[in-house]
C-alpha cells in the first residue's frame, strides 16, 4: 500500500485528494477507503 499525505478532503463530499510519499499523480480517496471507527474523515496534512 502506499503512503502520502493528504493534500484536501471534504467531508460533505466524501473525498479528496492525497499527495504519494513517492512523488508522482495525486491519489483519491473516497470516504468509504478510510479504515477508521466512527467518522470516516481525513484532515490536510495527515
Known sequence: MEKGTVKWF???KGFGFICPEGGGEDIFAHYCTV???GYRT???GQ
Do not use: H
Open 35 to 37: 479504515q477508521m471507527d
Open 10 to 12: 471534504n467531508n460533505a
Open 42 to 44: 481525513l484532515k490536510a
